[in-house]
């Protein structure tokens, strides 16, 4: 059974359709990379995914569950955690309270959880009081899937996890993402560094104008002469 099946999702924004019958499926602990030109409605893809989104047609189903237009909060409770590229952190908090109010809704105690994101995060625990709005953009964006996995989700989901951020930090915020993936969390991440996207990732679909146009294993897509002239600058 995947963990994350999309079926044939058309929607958008007022009138407008971005999605246009979009498939996708995603299994335990599977690391899928979504690329295509700007416009494509990869960042859509996700938003409606997570209910933010208005759908027209398809369905979502999360753990065969059904959660197509479910609400953000609720689909959060069933272990479908979503990172948005822009506004992810909570700017005049320390990074500890932003931790904090990433598990929100536990009523446990969640302190060896925060424990382990500083063990996956290293400058994170270096930096616990200080506020988030004076970290790096490398920083927050660590923050950010910091925050996302303190109700340790089943499902990652990753909206341009490297974007805007310098060579070296686009390297290691890579390298986190698939210490992430080696502790059995799935990731769906959406990617403007395609090579090294599909570099990491087992799996990667190429969206275009709304409909996959291609999906196979990330490095098959890498070495694709077609996929690398139309897609990935080559």
């Known amino acids: 059974m995947s963990l994350l099946e999309v079926r044939a999702l058309r929607g958008g924004y007022g009138a407008v359709d971005i999605l246009n019958g979009v498939d996708l499926d995603l299994g335990e602990g599977d690391l899928v990379a979504v690329i295509g030109p700007n416009g494509a409605g990869k960042s859509t893809l996700m938003k409606a995914i997570f209910g933010l989104v208005a759908l027209r047609a398809g369905t979502v189903r999360f753990q065969g569950e059904d959660i197509t237009g479910e609400r953000p909060d609720r689909i959060v409770r069933r272990g479908l955690a979503y990172v948005p590229q822009e506004r992810n952190v909570f700017a005049s908090l320390s990074v500890q309270e932003n931790l904090e109010m990433g598990a929100f809704i536990r009523r446990?105690?969640?302190?060896?959880?925060?424990?382990?994101?500083?063990?996956?995060?290293?400058?994170?625990?270096?930096?616990?009081?200080?506020?988030?709005?004076?970290?790096?953009?490398?920083?927050?964006?660590?923050?950010?899937?910091?925050?996302?996995?303190?109700?340790?989700?089943?499902?990652?989901?990753?909206?341009?996890?490297?974007?805007?951020?310098?060579?070296?930090?686009?390297?290691?915020?890579?390298?986190?993402?698939?210490?992430?993936?080696?502790?059995?969390?799935?990731?769906?991440?959406?990617?403007?560094?395609?090579?090294?996207?599909?570099?990491?990732?087992?799996?990667?679909?190429?969206?275009?104008?709304?409909?996959?146009?291609?999906?196979?294993?990330?490095?098959?897509?890498?070495?694709?002469?077609?996929?690398?002239?139309?897609?990935?600058?080559?």
């Open 108 to 234: 446990d105690d969640f302190s060896a959880q925060i424990d382990r994101v500083y063990s996956l995060f290293p400058r994170l625990g270096e930096r616990r009081r200080q506020a988030a709005g004076t970290l790096s953009g490398g920083e927050r964006q660590m923050l950010a899937m910091g925050r996302a996995l303190m109700l340790e989700p089943r499902l990652l989901m990753l909206d341009e996890p490297t974007a805007g951020l310098a060579p070296n930090v686009v390297d290691y915020t890579f390298a986190r993402i698939l210490d992430i993936n080696r502790l059995g969390i799935g990731v769906l991440m959406v990617e403007q560094n395609a090579k090294q996207a599909l570099a990491v990732a087992q799996r990667g679909v190429v969206l275009v104008m709304g409909v996959k146009r291609y999906e196979a294993p990330g490095r098959e897509l890498l070495h694709s002469r077609e996929v690398a002239e139309m897609f990935l600058g080559a």
